[in-house]
């Protein structure tokens, strides 16, 4: 997915990855977002992403940069919830606080309460639910991100959207 310039062992330009920021950052930023509940944290997510890549000093293959960054956010998502101090200060507590919109307060209570039964979802059903639905990624695009096989991913996504049917109707 990613490599040194072989012609001549370099790092890219910073232009390069200056590019990939301002094309992704946002979609990257509003994963980790719904992934973590806390905009400081999926900020932090976003910055080590780019700081690791640019740091590394590789090209990521054309047409998989989406796939690629999506993967290390995740997977940098992932640390940061297994933390010690994330587990303390996020269970028991509401994992995503949303401000519902003063015009459409109904909508905004749905999208909170939905959100907050995502978030109660076990790890491999969330990630392909925030993937699938919050970054319109396709199966394949979640089966390379995740590194899991297509059918995989499919029958995560099933199970996902019945676990959310149950919470959501109280089961």
């Known amino acids: ?25 946002t979609a990257i930023l509003r994963l980790c977002y719904y992934y973590l509940g806390s905009r400081e944290q999926a900020e932090d997510v976003v910055q080590d992403v780019f700081i690791r890549l640019i740091s590394s000093g590789v090209t990521i293959r054309p047409g998989s940069e989406k796939a690629y960054l999506l993967k290390a956010a995740v997977n940098h998502c992932k640390d940061v ?4 101090w994330v587990r303390r200060a996020v269970f028991g507590s509401p994992a995503l606080e949303l401000t519902p919109d003063p015009n459409d307060i109904q909508d905004g209570l749905e999208k909170a309460e939905l959100l907050t039964a995502v978030n109660r979802l076990r ?21 390379e991100i995740t590194g899991v096989p297509k059918g995989t991913v499919s029958s995560r996504l099933t199970r996902g959207r019945q676990k959310l049917k149950e919470i959501l109707e109280g089961k």
Request: hydrophobic share 30%; glycine share 4%; proline share 4%.
């Open 1 to 25: 997915m990613s490599e040194r310039d072989q012609s001549t062992g370099q790092s890219p330009p910073m232009s390069y990855y200056d590019g990939l920021y301002h094309e992704y950052a």
């Open 81 to 84: 919830w297994r933390s010690a």
């Open 123 to 143: 790890a491999d059903y969330r990630e392909v639910i925030l993937l699938f639905y919050y970054q319109n990624c396709t199966i394949e695009q979640i089966a």
